[in-house]
């Protein structure tokens, strides 16, 4: 119980942190859930130019670059 109050306190701190610090952030994967966030080129959302990939643990991965397109997707683990 402490371990998840630590997490998502810490998740939440994260989160402040990537919101005030750019303008094309996602917003954070919930505990207990796979997320992915894909970026787009543009609105039509024709090419993908990143990818952020979030696990059941909390481990995240990221490839490419953020922009201000985007769709994010999430699944219970």
Not at 50 to 62: L, P, T
Request: overall charge negative; hydrophobic content about 40%; charged content about 15%.
């Amino acid at each position: 119980m402490i371990r998840r109050a630590l997490l998502a306190t810490v998740l939440g701190l994260a989160a402040v942190t990537i919101v005030t610090t750019g303008p094309a952030q996602a917003r954070a994967c919930r505990i207990d859930y796979t997320c992915v966030t894909t970026f787009y080129s543009d609105s039509a959302h024709t090419t993908v130019v990143g990818e952020k990939y979030e696990d059941c643990a909390g481990n995240a991965s990221m490839w490419g670059v953020r922009s201000g397109y985007l769709t994010f997707d999430e699944s219970p683990c």
